[in-house]
Every structure is written in C-alpha cells, then in structure tokens.
T-cell receptor
Framework: AQTVTQSQPEMSVQEAETVTLSCTYD???????LFWYKQPPSRQMILVIR??????QNATENRFSVNFQKAAKSFSLKISDSQLGDAAMYFC?????????????FGTGTRLTIIP | GAVVSQHPSRVICKSGTSVKIECRSL??????MFWYRQFPKKSLMLMAT?????????EQGVEKDKFLINHASLTLSTLTVTSAHPEDSSFYIC?????????????FGPGTRLLVL
C-alpha cells in the first residue's frame, strides 16, 4: 500500500518570503500522480498543483512550484512571495495511474502560518 | 471551472435520526465521486467511492448500512447517515472526478459539518 509522509506538522514564513513544504511517499508503482491541496480555515480543499510521475519537468503554477524527485520519492512544494492568503493546511496526496484505482492517499498535512 | 457543491453546509440533528448530504458537480459530469470524513486537525479519511449507476465501494471499517451512498446521476451523489449517533459528528467532504478533461484529478466540495446531539 502507498503511504504519504509530511514530516512538518507546522511551518511559518514571513510574508513575501519563500517556504518549502516537504512530502515523501512510498510506492512500488512507476506511474502515478501527485498533488498538493490547500485547506484554508473555510475547510474547502483547493487543488494547488499536480504532477504526473512520467513527466520529468517540475510542475509550476504561478507562485507555486514543486521539486519532484522520483528516485528519492520526494515531492516538495515551494511557495514564493508568500501572501497572507496562503495561510492554510497543505496536504500532499498520491494517486495511482492504474485503471480503477482512483483513491487519493493523503499525508497528515502541514499547517502553514504567514507572518505579516 | 470544476466546481463541486455540498448541501447542507452544516446540520444539527438528534440522535437516532437520519441525515442526507448532497454532493453535486456543477459544471462537469462525474462517473465517480468520493466521500471523506475529516476529524479536527486531521487528514481526510476516505469512506467510500461512489460510482454512477452501481453500488458504492466502501473502505475497510466503514459500515455500508450506516452510511448509505447513492450516485443517482452524473452530477449528484448523496450520503445518508442513518440512525446518527454523537460519534458520527464530523466534517464530511465529497469530491468528484471529471469524466473528461483533467480526469485524474479530484475536485472537492466545501464540506458538511454534522453535529449529532
């Protein structure tokens, strides 16, 4: 079974600075998807960024980018120019690419605080 | 795009009653929807996978007779908590996977807070 580990329960960053959230996973599969979701105080889960394992290029979405290291099974999220609205719980998630196996396996989350 | 709604957003009920929660994909069709439960300050726990036109697949330890799931159409899935008890109080979140487009991604509803007295 796949597992996702987020070793940082809490992180804080000064507004406008850069922060990196860590995520590692364990799988025997070669093809899969990785996601970062954000859950602000409203508790609405919002997709931040998505990475296909077969793509070597790291995904980017505006101020958000990932460092995907397939061999190391690492998938960290970098937030540049942090803003107050970035304060939230961030969950890393894994999904198999196998047909019929659509479950998302979530990490335990990292609570990000933005310091004004 | 990819908006998922849930109704109600919060509900308070008496112990022993049943509560129905609706999950709708507003701008896309979804053959598969998912129901999660989230305890305070915890991660999401998958309860079941809902497939349009067929029976839901429940995760180990989830009582299918207590948490009834019906995926009536390509845009609607419902979760009914039957004979609710205080220990069923939780935050329930649904997600939907589009048929077309970014099919590998789940989009989440805003959640339903259930309090059983």
């Amino acid at each position: 079974a796949q597992t996702v580990t987020q070793s940082q329960p809490e992180m804080s960053v000064q507004e406008a600075e850069t922060v990196t959230l860590s995520c590692t996973y364990d799988t025997s599969e070669s093809d899969y998807y990785l996601f970062w979701y954000k859950q602000p105080p409203s508790r609405q889960m919002i997709l931040v960024i998505r990475q296909e394992a077969y793509k070597q290029q790291n995904a980017t979405e505006n101020r958000f980018s990932v460092n995907f290291q397939k061999a190391a099974k690492s998938f960290s999220l970098k937030i540049s120019d942090s803003q107050l609205g970035d304060a939230a719980m961030y969950f890393c998630a894994y999904r198999s690419a196998s047909f019929g196996n659509e479950k998302l396996t979530f990490g335990t989350g990292t609570r990000l605080t933005i310091i004004p | 795009g990819a908006v998922v709604s849930q109704h109600p957003s919060r509900v308070i009920c008496k112990s022993g009653t049943s509560v129905k929660i609706e999950c709708r994909s507003l701008d896309f069709q979804a053959t598969t929807m998912f129901w999660y439960r989230q305890f305070p300050k915890k991660s999401l726990m998958l309860m079941a996978t809902s497939n349009e036109g067929s029976k839901a697949t429940y995760e180990q330890g989830v009582e299918k007779d207590k948490f009834l799931i019906n995926h009536a159409s390509l845009t609607l899935s419902t979760l009914t908590v039957t004979s609710a008890h205080p220990e069923d109080s939780s935050f329930y979140i649904c997600s939907a996977r589009p048929i077309a487009g970014v099919w590998e991604t789940q989009y989440f509803g805003p959640g339903t807070r259930l309090l059983v007295l």
